[in-house]
């Protein structure tokens, strides 16, 4: 069965698009598992200094494909089982993955991103979305909660009150709203577009330098004030080490 989701390289980007176009782009437990295999690939490359993550067809994705998941229970029950040296179980790192990355990862999302698709868009590190684009934290409608990395996400994004009220009512949200509450960063006419503007202007400065930003604010955005000293500290020795040995040569 071939791949849901693809991958190209252009350049010095990472092109991942989510591909089952007639179904909104629905997640399959496969689909899941080759966003975890994509993102190693891309890890891979050394070549690739930006990601852009998006959605085939109308929509980047509706969630999880219920219906589908159904049919296999046991598949559901073994993607719960967390590996001991990641932390993660198969749905969250189908997520959780982009955010190991060392480079940024953008979402550019269109119509509905509802449910585990919005945690996929929510593990990038920044996403824009086009004017007509709906949001939803949906998985109350179905008497569940959000359980691949969202509340890990949300908690870095908008506040517990907003998170709640999202979660609990299971609402669909425009893309004016989503932005001002901060679930999106940015509104886009053409969010595919606004993702490689971003991606030229990262590509400016050193890899390095990006790559220790998200890391460095990876682990101390919850931190206490001491351990985000300690880990500024030893993010940014190595780095100025580096600069001091490539000005003696």
């Given amino acids: 069965m071939a791949s849901k989701i693809a991958l190209r390289f252009v350049d010095d980007r ?6 089952r176009p007639d179904k909104h782009n629905g997640l399959t437990i496969e689909m899941l598992r080759d966003l ?4 190693h ?3 891979g ?8 993550l998006s959605g085939n067809g109308p929509s980047f994705s509706s969630g999880l494909d219920i219906s589908g998941a159904s049919r296999d229970p046991l598949a559901v029950i073994r993607g719960f089982i967390p590996l001991p040296w990641r932390g993660t179980n198969a749905f969250q790192e189908a997520c959780w993955a982009w955010r190991r990355l060392s480079v940024p990862v953008i979402a ?3 119509g509905h991103c509802y449910g585990g698709g919005l945690q996929i868009a929510l593990a990038a590190d920044v996403r824009f979305a086009s004017p007509d684009a709906e949001f939803s934290i949906m998985e109350a409608r179905h008497g569940l ?7 890990a996400t949300l908690s870095r994004l908008i506040g517990i009150d907003k998170a709640l009220l999202l979660t609990m009512t299971a609402d669909i949200v ?19 577009a606004a993702a490689e503007r971003l991606a030229d202007r990262i590509a400016l400065r050193s890899p390095r330098a990006v790559a220790g930003a998200k890391q460095l604010f990876d682990r101390s955005w ?28």
């Fill in 41 to 43: 690939t891309v890890a």
């Fill in 174 to 192: 425009d893309a004016a709203y989503a932005e001002r509450i901060g679930l999106i960063t940015e509104v886009a006419a053409d969010p595919v």
């Fill in 108 to 110: 550019a999302v269109h």
């Fill in 14 to 19: 990472a092109y991942v698009t989510l591909d």
């Fill in 36 to 39: 975890v295999t994509t993102a």
């Fill in 45 to 52: 490359n050394q070549a690739v200094r930006a990601v852009i």
């Fill in 222 to 249: 919850h931190a206490s004030a001491r351990r985000s000293f300690a880990i500024e500290r030893a993010t940014q020795l190595p780095l100025i080490l580096r600069q001091a040995i490539s000005r003696r040569h």
């Fill in 145 to 151: 909660v959000p359980d691949m990395t969202g509340a």
